[in-house]
């Protein structure tokens, strides 16, 4: 019989996590510190995008940029880290033109211009498969807000809404659905699904007063659970209070099981964090003076199990997954 294959969170603790340096938290963080000294840190993280998997192969090759630098934006927002700059890698398959790679780099130097994040470097190769971007952003941090610091009785809060970017997939793919749904309410969720967010402006509310945080990309579920085992706690969610938008409640009205798929989809790309009860209403009123939306969610509690999740009668509401995998 052959060796069960590790899952994406095993084949990083299992494999990697015994490679990691000083900085690297042990691989249980969304970004590293380089060891510099000093009182401003250097914070470094990586994300990859692969046709077919992250984007499909027709969309725009300058939103594919735009989205390829946010999603490590986003990471840096929730270390609370300002932009210093990034690194590309693309391996490009048999099929790429000139005029792809011009609309590329016009949208990747949009969202440099438009996040003061510059192009350092990078490495340009081919490869028979999909198109793979790759890109490596450095930030500068005075604190470092790891997914490691929650405690029990923390608040939990979540910027934006969720789950519009998991149903406009659904509206890219052509489920059935989206073919209900207004005109405007599928731009929306495509728009969301296409093109994130990064919360930057929360980076001095999080410096502040978050005692963790970490960005919603595998979906709401699943990541709040990876930031409590992180820091060792359970937690409770009341599922009524977790920010929808208009369009999402739209989808969710005609088909109510898209419920679980907006809140354990992933590609939100907002800022999951917690706060102390004293520092909670300081984080909250500074979220909203740097003009971010931040609900209040739940509660940290002590335990070793995942979140629980309960509807507005108190029971618990169990999803058959938490989050994407890409195992």
């Avoid at 211009?113 to 192009?119: H, I, K, Q, V």
Wanted: glycine share 10%; net charge negative; hydrophobic share 45%.
């Amino acid at each position: 019989m052959s060796e069960r294959r590790f899952s994406e969170d095993e084949l990083i603790a299992e494999i990697f996590a015994p490679l990691a340096g000083d900085g690297a938290f042990g691989l249980r963080d969304d970004a590293a510190l380089l060891p510099l000294g000093g009182a401003r840190e250097i914070v470094v993280t990586t994300d990859a995008l692969v046709s077919g998997v992250h984007f499909f192969p027709d969309d725009p090759p300058g939103l594919v940029a735009k989205k390829a630098l946010r999603v490590n934006l986003s990471d840096l927002a929730a270390k609370a880290a300002a932009p210093l700059g990034f690194l590309l890698t693309l391996a490009l398959p048999p099929d790429w033109t000139n005029d792809w790679a011009r609309s590329f780099a016009a949208g990747l130097a949009e969202g440099a211009r438009e996040f003061a994040c510059p192009l350092l470097g990078g490495d340009t190769t081919a490869t028979p498969g999909p198109l793979t971007i790759s890109i490596a952003a450095f930030g500068r941090a005075t604190r470092f807000v790891s997914r490691s610091g929650a405690r029990p009785g923390d608040r939990i809060f979540v910027s934006g809404t969720i789950g519009d970017a998991a149903l406009g997939l659904g509206v890219a793919r052509g489920e059935a659905f989206a073919e209900r749904l207004g005109e405007g309410t599928r731009a929306h969720l495509l728009d969301r699904y296409r093109l994130p967010q990064p919360r930057l402006p929360l980076i001095a509310t999080l410096r502040e007063h978050a005692s963790a945080a970490m960005d919603v990309s595998d979906g709401l579920a699943g990541d709040l659970a990876k930031l409590l085992r992180a820091s060792g706690v359970s937690g409770l969610v009341e599922l009524g209070r977790v920010p929808l938008s208009a369009a999402a409640r739209e989808a969710i009205a005609l088909e109510p099981e898209l419920l679980s798929r907006a809140v354990t989809g992933g590609d939100d790309y907002e800022i999951l964090c917690c706060a102390s009860v004293d520092a909670a209403p300081a984080l909250a009123l500074a979220a909203g003076k740097a003009g971010v939306a931040l609900a209040e969610i739940g509660v940290v509690t002590v335990g070793a199990e995942p979140p629980q999740f309960l509807d507005s009668s108190g029971s618990i509401i169990n999803f058959s997954r938490l989050s994407f995998s890409h195992f």
